[in-house]
């Protein structure tokens, strides 16, 4: 299986400010990458897919870069809504894997 | 467009439960499904995936042999039946509808997702 890292696995940030997640994977995954966001008790939001394709409805404030096995989620200006655990996945191969998860919090 | 997952509960090691999730707002058929679970305090797990025609199916290794993914296109719904179930397989269960991907449609992220539903194993 494909192993997914993320860093940093927690960030305490401020309104306003800019916020970078990275995505590694143990292997090329081309671009077949996704983000989420996901609050306490709430089922997880598509962010971003194929790397960086912006889902509908999503504010463009986050962007996601990257390909092969390095991927970057941002995070500009963030609000107060922004603050929640984000995932990313990988679906190049089966399984299916997820990063453990960034928390990002009120500092 | 809608998921709308059932079946959870409390149940003994070794026992068994069927989950379904109820799609509606978009045509079924044509969309990949997998199901993803979140033990207490933990982070997302691919569990199974199945394609829209329901030729294909995928499974994690840690279900694989006691879990089986399967819909019924003509019912909109979608199926987890989870047999020697096990401390481990406590947690919430999501259904969640793939993107359509027009090359490699088996290979998706997932853009729509039930509420969830929980299941507890344990004696």
């Known amino acids: 299986a494909i192993r997914i890292t993320q860093s940093p696995s927690s960030l305490s940030a401020s309104t306003g400010d800019r916020v970078t997640i990275t995505c590694r994977a143990s292997q090329g995954l081309s671009s077949y990458l996704a983000w989420y966001q996901q609050k306490p008790g709430k089922a997880p939001k598509l962010l971003i897919y194929?790397?960086?394709t912006l889902q509908s409805g999503v504010p463009s404030r986050f962007s996601g870069s990257g390909s092969g096995t390095d991927f970057t989620l941002t995070i500009t200006c963030l609000q107060s809504e922004d603050f929640a655990t984000y995932y990313c996945q990988q679906y190049y191969s089966y399984p299916f894997t997820f990063g453990p998860g960034t928390k990002v919090d009120i500092k | 467009v809608q998921l709308l997952e059932s079946g959870g509960g409390l149940v003994q090691p070794g026992g068994s439960l069927r989950l379904s999730c109820a799609a509606s707002g978009f045509t079924f058929n044509i969309y990949a499904m997998s199901w993803v679970r979140q033990a207490p305090g933990k982070g997302l797990k691919w569990v199974s995936g199945m394609s829209g025609s329901g030729g294909s199916t995928y499974y994690a290794d840690s279900v694989k042999g006691r879990f089986t993914i399967s819909r019924d296109n003509s019912k909109n719904t979608l199926y987890l039946q989870m047999n020697s179930l096990r401390a481990e397989d406590t947690a919430v269960y999501y259904c969640?509808?793939?993107?359509?991907?027009?090359?490699?449609?088996?290979?998706?992220?997932?853009?729509?997702w039930g509420q969830g539903t929980t299941v507890t194993v344990s004696s």
């Open positions: 969640a509808k793939g993107i359509l991907m027009v090359v490699n449609p088996d290979y998706y992220g997932m853009d729509v």
């Open positions: 194929a790397a960086s």
